[in-house]
Every structure is written in structure tokens, then in C-alpha cells.
């Protein structure tokens, strides 16, 4: 079963522009964790920010946010003020179980200027 | 701290042949894991250690073997590649006292197998 869902193969943005990348999942773990990841062409995975199944507010990093509904089990990333370094291959990921992280198939944004 | 480190960075196998790649953390994590990434996909998760001694399997575990005899390395066996192994493959770590449980990345082995 489709553990994540990422519905957007690709995104286009303008540069100082907001996005959002959609993300839902399933799961009927209460406890759980949900992560994005930005890969760049270089091929390496970046962190970007982590939303614990039981926290009350939405995570925020510098520019990144995820809006959770935990209702709709939906987790996507909203990215302000678009940059063209923020061009990359974006990961929706979930924590489930003991450690074990499933990822879904990404989106690929394109920032242009 | 050099964090997650991944040797060979690029390899080309010919099928039936055998390689272990290589990968080390320095950050005293005691989870570590393999995935590998195929093109145009998310990563799949193919074994992990959640100490020296101790492994298990992952969503795609056939074709591959892996060992943790210490905190620091957790070596990735293929015995027999064939090109259904061709893949870019990431090991990462976690600690086990974190409230997030982040995983942290290594640069990757691209494999291609002929």
C-alpha cells in the first residue's frame, strides 16, 4: 500500500514567488514523523524540516513550512520567497514503525527568474 | 566531523560479479541504513542496524547482504549484480537519543551494472 503520495511530478515557480509541494499519506500509527527532503542535481539528500505526529504547531525553518492536517493526513511543504537555488527534486517522507523512513516519489520544482 | 561517508563515489559492475560498498559515520549514531534510489523514484529502504550486531531487512533486501561489526561501519554486499541493481545508493544515520530521529545522508554510490 502507497505509504506517501506525492501527486506533482513537477512545479514551476517564479523566483521570489511562494510554493506549495503536496504531500499525504497513510497511516494508522498514532505515532509518527514526517520529513521533507530537498535533492539537488548534485545527488545529495538535504533536510529540509520534520513535523512530529503529535505536535500542536506547524513546523517552521527559515523559509520552509509545512502545513499539517492531520485530519486530511496531509503534510505539504510551503516554500516562501522562492530562490533559483531552490530549484532540486523535493522528498516526502514518512517515520513508521522503529526508525524506518518510506519516501514517496517527489516533485521537481523549477525556480525561474 | 566528516559525517556519513560513501566509498566507491561511482562504479561500473559486470553482471555476476561481486562489490561491497563502503560507508562509515563518524557521529556515534547506532542507527544506520541503506536505501538505493532508481531513476526518476523515491528511496527505497534495503536493510538496517540499529547497532553493532544487529540488522534487518528493509522493503527491497533481495540481492544484497550487509554486516555491522562495529558503531561506525555498515558495509553494503552484492554477491551476484545484475542490471536490475543498477541504482544510486545512499547510506544514512540516526542517533538514538533524538526527538526527531533525522537521518543523515550520505553523497551516494552511483552503480551501474553491465
Not at chain 2, 533486501?61 to 562495529?70: I, L, M, Q
Not at chain 2, 542490471?83 to 545508493?89: D, E, K
Request: glycine content about 8%; overall charge neutral; some cysteine.
Amino acid at each position: 500500500a502507497q505509504k506517501i503520495t506525492q501527486t506533482q511530478p513537477g512545479m514551476f515557480v517564479q523566483e521570489k514567488e511562494a510554493v506549495t509541494l503536496d504531500c499525504t499519506y497513510d497511516t494508522s500509527d498514532p505515532s509518527y514523523g514526517l520529513f521533507w527532503y530537498k535533492q539537488p542535481s548534485s545527488g545529495e539528500m538535504i533536510f529540509l524540516i520534520y513535523q512530529g505526529s503529535y505536535d500542536q504547531q506547524n513546523a517552521t525553518e527559515g523559509r520552509y513550512s509545512l502545513n499539517f492536517q492531520k485530519a486530511r493526513k496531509s503534510a505539504n511543504l510551503v516554500i516562501s520567497a522562492s530562490q533559483l537555488g531552490d530549484s532540486a527534486m523535493y522528498f516526502c517522507a514518512i517515520r513508521l514503525g522503529f526508525q524506518k523512513l518510506v519516501f514517496g516519489t517527489g516533485t521537481r520544482l523549477l525556480v525561474s527568474p | 566531523n566528516a559525517g556519513v561517508t560513501q566509498t566507491p563515489k561511482f562504479r561500473i559492475l559486470k553482471i555476476g560479479q561481486s562489490m561491497t560498498l563502503q560507508c562509515a559515520q563518524d557521529m556515534n549514531h547506532n542507527y544506520m541504513y541503506w536505501y538505493r534510489q532508481d531513476p526518476g523514484m523515491g528511496l527505497k529502504l534495503i536493510y538496517y542496524s540499529v547497532g553493532a550486531g544487529i540488522t534487518d531487512k528493509g522493503e527491497v533486501p533481495n540481492g544484497y547482504n550487509v554486516s555491522r561489526s562495529t558503531t561506525e561501519d555498515f558495509p553494503l554486499r552484492l554477491e551476484l549484480a545484475a542490471p536490475s541493481q543498477t541504482s544510486v545508493y545512499f547510506c544514512a544515520s540516526s542517533p538514538l537519543a533524538d526527538a526527531v530521529y533525522e537521518q543523515y545522508f550520505g553523497p551516494g554510490t552511483r552503480l551501474t551494472v553491465t
